[in-house]
């Protein structure tokens, strides 16, 4: 079996252990010689002359140990430089340390630093006990003495007893307790319970004797545990009975030489461990049957719930979690030639082998076995080692007589430590995640770091630099560090893509660092990576002049280099040098820049190579700025290029047809050559076309449907229907031809031309309706004229005619309902009563008080009209009327009528 050795490093001195203890000669115990270690922990005793540890197999090297020690520094080292350790107590905010020369020392559980010093005996000091609120320390010694005191005030109480005091418990409640309970035993082999009785008088009471010496006790809660020679027994105070007894395991060494260790895990559960055995006991109720409550037998009862044998001898016992803690003692191995460790135990061994601290289940499994650096551990027996815990903290507290060490759970940051020692660097980043607060002694920064410097180690190059706006965040100074870490490993290119060009904006030398490493090493990265940063982010003019020495001695990248030279000198408002660059490469948005920044004054001898780039876009810009560069001069020089003349006029035609009304022949011209499909579309649409010149192309061409166009626009309709009837033959064409013109003239001629064609008189009967009579068609056919397909067409006439009449005759019937509605509407309406106002003035007379006309006759009536909806005294409306009889509407009706005509 192998085990792991760990250093102890000194308290203040970073609080870690080493993961392997350098192997040093050993040094006496006396002189206290301390040395140390690279890794900055002070170790003693730590060498293994005889080479009898081993170092850690491969499985256990990967696996994490679940402590880290720490040797108790400060004053402990000057206490113990001329006495030694006997017993430790554990509070939750201090430790009380026993010597042998009978001194009480009260220490920090941290640091060791002394707080106090009670001289309280005059000889070794056997045990120590502080009850749970950690206000009195009760100690035994032996000089047969035990002392009770208070760490805050002057309460002190001293008992003598015949014979050496080996153990002693003080009850948990003890400052709030009436009585003042405490139990000491020792070589009198009495277990004597103290109590304070009537008038300040200590009775004491014996609770058991004659079994041995009594050399541990514990009390916890109600029960009190203590071992003899003969085995453990429990007592509850509660009952006053004694309700269990656990023997000492059968061949075991004398109880002298390896003494029980006692420690509760809680209130009702007990660890046992004695020499190579453990035992874990738990007190449970005794439930009595109905009937039987004057029966003797306890109230509860002690059961086992856990028992194994060790392969070392126990010499201290606590809880972890749910695993135990034990300090082991290894005896020395068997040799070949006989004899066995037993039968050794009862002799002293001249050299110890190193103690180890082990964690084990319950089921003996064995979790974690750590050997441990303490001073002068060969010449210490299992006696001399004490264990004891803090139990809020799961601190462990290892005490030899020169030494304490305090072992504790490990924290993130030893996590992390354990992790980097490993090269598991991208687990220990993912483990401080989220949980950055924890961290003491490193942070995430760090933690990232070298995970992205252990990317870069194993050649990860791409995905570490992937990470860098992640863990770099806005840092400039880091950027710049891991930018020039890339650039020593020639892996610029890896990174470039991540690099900040705005919060943070780095310094112009990084910058341009990157560029001038593209440009030597990687032409096309350079020239993406100038188009994806800004300008402003270097010296654009340094830059200019890298590219044009590196262009004469790179002639591979030259179009690269001299592309990107372009884009330079854009950058640097150098527009001249920039637009001849492209024109000459024939790349670059030549059409942008020329528009963006109006370099047309630069194009103007230059317009047969912007058409040679791209004529359509050159075309598009050069239309769109006809009034910086003319008509004239474009077609000037474009006169040997031909397509792209007719590709400037065309769109010439779309943008400002007017500016190309000189050029009307020629685009005809180069129209019916290129594209001849699109020349009937400009004769319709443009009116700088010369009719006659475009005549002589459609001619010349033989261009039929523009020539019909061309003889319609000049009036020549007859012509234009000759040539569709002789060239086409296209009866359908001509009837259409006819519909638009819409002459009678037109008409009979083209009759006349189709009578002695069968398919045109088909064609005329199949499309007869408004424009041609259909008994005028039929009676104009000659006698004896064989038509295919004339009854056909002759029936379609025929039912055409009938679905007219129905139509008609339909309509008419939906015209005369309809105006049956209305009038029925109409009459309705204006029989309907209406809203007058009595008050309302007569526009004529003035009178307002209409309400009181009615009483003075007829003459004095209201009169409401409805074509105005105005109101008159029927007074005022006869006179107007000039006693015809006659009454209107002065303002609707006429004022002058002719006689006898009514209105």
Sequence with gaps: RRVRKRGVTEAGFGGKMADKAEDQPEKPVEEDDEGETESGSEETDSGDEDGEYESETDDEADEEPKLKYQRLGACVAEILKDRAATCLAVAGKFLVLGTDWGNIHVLDTISGNECKTFDSHQ?????????????????????????????????????????PVKAIAIEPDYPKSKKRQFVAGGLAGELVLNEKGWFGNTTKKVLHAGEGPILTIKWRGIFIAWANDLGVKLFDTSTQQRISYIDRPKGSPRPDMFRCRLAWKDDRTLLIGWADSVKVAVVKDNVQPRGQAGSQLP????????????????????????SLVSVAYVEEEPDEEGGDAASKRGSIVSESQRPELRITSYRNEELCSDALSI???????????????????????????????????????????????????????????????????????????????????????????????????????????????????????????YIPVDNPRLGANVYAMVLNDFL???????????????PALYDVRKIITAVIEQ????????????????????????????????????????????????????????????????????????????QRVSVVDVIAQLESKERHQYVYLEKLSYEDAHAGRDFGTLQVRLTAKYHPERLMALLKQSNYIPLK????????????????????????????????????????EAIDFCKEVNDDELWTDLIQRSLSRPDFIIGLLNNTGTHINPMRLISMIPTGMRIPGLRGALVKILQDYSLQCELRKGCQTILSQDAVMLHQRLVKAQKRGY????????????????????????????????????????????????????IGCPVCSPKKRKPGKRN
């Design 375 to 497: 001073r002068g551990f060969k010449a210490y027996q299992a006696n001399d080692y004490i264990l004891e815990s803090l139990p809020e903290e799961n601190y462990f507290y290892i005490v030899s007589p020169k030494d304490i060490v305090v072992a504790k759970p490990r924290d993130l940051d030893d996590h992390i430590t354990w992790l980097h020692s490993r090269g598991q660097f991208e687990e220990a980043m993912h483990a401080a995640e989220g949980k950055e607060a924890q961290l003491r002694t490193t942070d995430m920064l760090t933690i990232r770091q070298k995970f992205l410097a252990d990317l870069v180690g194993q050649g990860e190059y791409e995905r570490a630099a992937s990470n860098c706006p992640q863990f770099l965040g806005s840092d400039i100074t880091l950027w710049e560090k891991w930018i020039c870490t890339f650039a020593r490993i020639k892996q610029l290119r890896a990174i470039s893509h």
């Design 520 to 534: 030597q090493t990687d032409p096309k990265r350079f020239q993406q990576t100038i188009r994806e940063w800004p």
């Design 835 to 886: 809203r007058i106002d009595p008050c309302q003035t007569c526009p004529l007379c003035n009178v307002t008080d209409f309400a009181n006309l009615g009483s003075t006759g007829r003459s004095n009536r209201m009169v409401s009209f409805l074509c105005c909806a105005k109101q008159y005294c029927l007074k005022c409306i006869e006179g107007e009327g000039r006693g015809s009889g006659y």
């Design 693 to 732: 010149d475009a005549m002589q192309v459609c001619e010349e061409n033989m261009m039929i449907p523009e020539m019909v166009f061309l003889l319609q626009r000049v009036g020549n309709i007859k012509k234009a229907l000759e040539l569709i009837i002789t060239e086409l033959g296209d009866v359908t």
């Design 299 to 322: 109230s509860r009862y002690c059961e086992l719930i856990a028992m194994f044998k060790t392969d070392y001898m126990v010499c201290g016992l606590a809880s972890f979690d749910d």
């Design 551 to 626: 262009h004469g001695k790179d002639p591979k990248g030259h179009e690269i280099l001299m592309e990107t030279l372009g884009e330079l000198y854009t950058y640097d408002k150098q527009f001249d040098k920039a637009l001849h660059i492209y024109l000459k490469l024939k790349r670059g948005d030549v059409f942008n820049l020329i528009a963006k920044y109006n370099l047309f004054d630069s194009i103007q001898d230059k317009i047969v190579l912007l058409m040679d780039f791209d004529p359509e876009k050159a075309a598009d810009l050069l239309v769109k700025h006809t």
């Design 123 to 163: 000889a070794r000091i056997n045990d120590i006990a502080v009850d749970k609120n950690g206000d009195y320390i009760a100690s035994c010694s032996d000089d047969g003495k035990v002392c009770i005191r208070s760490l805050y005030t002057n309460d002190l109480q001293e008992l003598s007893f015949d014979r």
